[in-house]
Each structure stands twice: as C-alpha cells, then as structure tokens.
C-alpha cells in the first residue's frame, strides 16, 4: 500500500492511459514545472516517482490513479517491459504467477528458457517449475527441441503468464 491517497496523488499527477506517461499537475520545483514528464528509470528499468519525498514504481501508481485504490499484489507488466506503464499491459497477480514471465537465468547457456545441457546423459534437458517443484518435459539431441518441449510445458503449466522459449515472448505474444 501507499502513504498517499487516491485524492493526494491525482491533485499533483496526471497520467495518460494509452501512453503510461505521469506529467505534473503542479510545479514541483524550478527543474519540473508544471506539465513536464514525471518519473526516472530506476536501476531495476521500473519508472519511479517521487511524491513527497517518498518513491513509487509508476505502475502501481497507475493502477491507483485508474482504479481508485492501490493494488493489492503485484502489478505485472504483461509485455515483460518494466519501463511499458500503458495501463492496458498492467494486470494486478500474485507473485508466484508473476514469476512464470521471467527471462532465462543470467547464467542460462543454452540461448533458450528452460533448456540445459546434462553432462552425464549428453544431452540437452527441458524443465519447468511449477508450484516451486522442477518438472523434467524430457532430453533432446538439441536445444532447439528442448525448447520446444518447454513452450509446451509453458503453454500447458503457466498458460497466459508463461513466455515462450523459442520466440522470446510471452503467451499473449508481445515480445518481452
């Protein structure tokens, strides 16, 4: 939840649904008149906004500032892009579902989601995780065909959260 209100934050923010852009109602300082851009990309490449000295990532304010309230959960970003605020590519989720659109790991090799290497068979293994449980979707003399067997497994087990290994996108197919 946030310290401010609906009220507080829609008195100095105005934000653009079909661009997911936040512009000033009010002169915040001589740096940020009134009707400039709100925001800076943080570290984690989320637009934040501070109000009063306390920051916000944008897309929970935009949830706020559509609905009224503040959501309750995750706001995920349905194109995986955490800089996309248009209010169309938020949906409010649990954070077990959130984590199904995840990327590759950083130390993945394979070039695809959910594909490894195993050493001791020669082979190239498709898994997924599901309920915090790995399911092994079956060994491959490829990681092409691995990959495949985790888009099945990603359509089968995490429906409209997953993202696709072999295309890089997710299942409403926005690329992420």
């Not at 609906?6 to 740096?31: I, M, P």
């Not at 309750?72 to 579902?97: E, K, M, Q, W």
């Amino acid at each position: 939840m946030g310290d401010h209100s609906f009220e507080d934050v829609s008195k100095v923010l105005r934000y653009d649904a079909e661009t997911g852009e936040f512009f000033w109602k009010v002169n915040t300082s001589q740096r940020t008149p009134t009707g400039a851009r709100a925001g800076t990309v943080c570290y984690y490449g989320y637009i934040v906004i501070g109000i009063n000295r306390k920051y916000y990532k944008a897309h929970r304010l935009a949830f706020l500032l559509m609905t009224g309230r503040w959501p309750v959960g995750v706001v995920d970003h349905i194109n995986c892009v955490r800089a996309d605020n248009r209010f169309c590519n938020l949906r409010v989720t649990s954070a077990a579902l959130n984590s199904r659109n995840q990327g590759p790991a950083k130390n993945n090799t394979s070039g695809f989601k959910g594909v490894s290497w195993h050493k001791a068979k020669g082979l190239w293994v498709a898994q997924i995780r599901v309920d915090r449980k790995h399911h092994s979707l079956g060994y491959f003399d490829t990681p092409e065909k691995a990959a495949e067997a985790y888009d099945a497994g990603s359509i089968k087990y995490h429906g409209e959260y997953g993202r696709l290994s072999t295309t890089n996108k997710t299942r409403t197919g926005v690329p992420a």
